[in-house]
């Protein structure tokens, strides 16, 4: 348990770092949050065709109301911390690898929830806005992150890949 807690920290001050890269930011963390605006828009003018997407901005082109997409709002940091929590987790290869495709895919998905609703919310409501988009889908993101891992961590147990601790060892 002590070598998963000490890689997980590792891994992710390394990870964090990595992003903090200039040429990683313009090259990977910008055109993903560009492509989750776009995404979102496209998923909102399904049912509003006065939405409209540029850069990080997602806006509705009959009120003005829009939101950004900034840095910590990508769910990067939300896919760091899976990440690091399967790779220093003791699994399999392959099952790593499965687990991460997923794993950044659940919460990649959810993370579009996230911002399509705070959109139309923030067109309602501007003080529910902001306690969602500063409390409630914080935690709704983090706990989607830890639900991913512990998923994983049971399929792994299921499959045999992992041996699970008993429960009534001290």
């Not at 040429?23 to 065709?49: H, K, R």
């Not at 003005?64 to 699994?91: D, R, S, Y």
């Amino acid at each position: 348990m002590l070598r998963f807690f000490i890689l997980f920290l590792i891994i992710q001050v390394v990870l964090f770092g990595i992003e903090l890269l200039g040429p990683v930011q313009s090259g990977f963390i910008m055109p993903l949050t560009g492509l989750q605006a776009s995404f979102s828009a496209n998923l909102v003018q399904f049912f509003d065709a006065n939405v409209t997407a540029y850069s990080n901005i997602i806006q509705s082109t009959t009120n003005g109301f829009g939101v950004a997409i900034m840095p910590g709002c990508n769910a990067v940091e939300a896919c760091t911390i899976l990440i690091a929590a399967i790779l220093a987790f003791p699994a399999p290869w392959r099952p790593k690898l499965a687990g991460l495709v997923i794993g950044i895919l659940a919460v990649q998905a959810v993370n579009i929830v996230r911002i399509v609703s705070l959109f139309y919310l923030g067109q309602w409501n501007r003080q529910w806005f902001e306690f969602a988009h500063l409390y409630l889908w914080q935690a709704l993101i983090m706990l989607d992150v830890m639900v991913v891992w512990l998923l994983w961590v049971r399929y792994l147990a299921r499959r045999g890949l992992i041996r699970m601790p008993s429960p009534h060892a001290a």
